[in-house]
């Protein structure tokens, strides 16, 4: 028996300034053959997990290639048929396979092509024939299309945010398309449309709840999968918005119910699911009058996770201009500035221009006379079973405030991001990270309160205000009532 398994993904904010060219995946994660063996990015977790699991059931696993870029504007069409072309010539070469596993993002879009995800899987299914297994493994902020749908036999999405399931979804999925493949199920996807757009934060209720029972319903006959889709907003192409998947075996209408009882749920919970955001002031007024021990604000608008460029300046000036201290914020991604504290070295004090670089969303930069705390190199952080690359980094303070840079351009995932500077989280009365939800899994264990906080910028929380002319139906909350409501 063959398995073959490769992992591609990237998410592309419409809105984002940032292009997304080769180098982008090169920096991030670019491994041709055997990333489970070479490499610990935490993307490639699925395809760790499908190599020990196909081998222990007797698969010759052949792997392709394993590629993520952060999150950013459109991925450059030449470099999308690039990696699509890699991917499907490997497969060609691998000849005939009994199944195949993909480790997709879901919400990558090229110049050109509005539905990477599903135009691979479906060339895929072109080249291996309607018999073998294909299974799809997506982020949950990702797009439904009927053409990916269609072309798999069992798609699921992670099941958290923060993404601490990755590899327990791909445990699951390994599971069920072997089921599939040697005939102990017949797996019908259905589809059910929320039409809404919104954050869902798993560890906070009543979203814990709805992910609990989904998952306690994967137990019941005749159910096989349960996915909410959580969509990714900041996407102006025909299928943004959240949707629930439902596989059952060999029951169709089974399907159907289930997913559309689910999206019924979701839509009754819109307003208690609904984030209360800080203002720029009320983040600023939190830091300059701290409760005891630490609290731990987001920057949820200039997530890098989301496509902003993670070097915006509106809480930073805020912060110098009310003089607060005890603070850390970051990362902000500046290479130049990087670049200007290591030559001038560890404790050197030197004038530097912080981030407002890539565009509007970034403000202004702002000037300061920092000191150098501590330079790193090539540093990375924790991410689930992973790591994820950080560049070059480098701490500085000005007026008790601390400051992290970053070359390279991601969010902060850890307390460690900091921690790596010989400072401890308990250093500081607030710590602003420029993250929407993944940090939460490793500060809320060690921070005592956390607030959510939107400021301008590319993914900016306002889903009310998005322009999406593209969707092709109506969405909550730009409508009232999606299912009544004109766009
Ligand atoms: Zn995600």
Redesign the pocket.
Known sequence: MKLFIAALGT?TNTFSPIPTGRTAFLDDLYVETEASRRSAHWFVGPLRVWRALGEAAGYAVVESLAAFAPPGGPTRQDVWEDLRDRVLADLRAAGPVDMVLFDL?G?MIAEAQDDCEGELVAAAREIVGPSVTIGVEL????HLTDRIVGACDVLLT?KE?P?IDVDDRARDLFRLCDDARAGRTRPTIAVADCRMLAVWRTPNQPTRGFVDRMSAAEKRDGILSLSLA?G?PWADIPDVGAKVVAVTDGDPDLARRTAEALARELWEMREATTDRLLTLDEAVRVALAPEAGVTVLADVSDNA?AGSASDSTFLLRALVEAGATACAIGSFWDPVAVRLCREAGPGARLSLRIGGKTGPMSGDPVDLTVRVLGLRSDAVQTYGNGKQPMGDCALVEAGGLHILLNALRTQVFHPEAFEQFGVHLNDYATVFVKSAQ?FNAAFAPRADRIHYVAVPGSANPDFARLHLPRAARPLWPIVADPFRDPA
């Open positions: 998410e993002h919400a982020d949950l902020h990702c992670y945010y993404h959580h990714f996770g993944h």
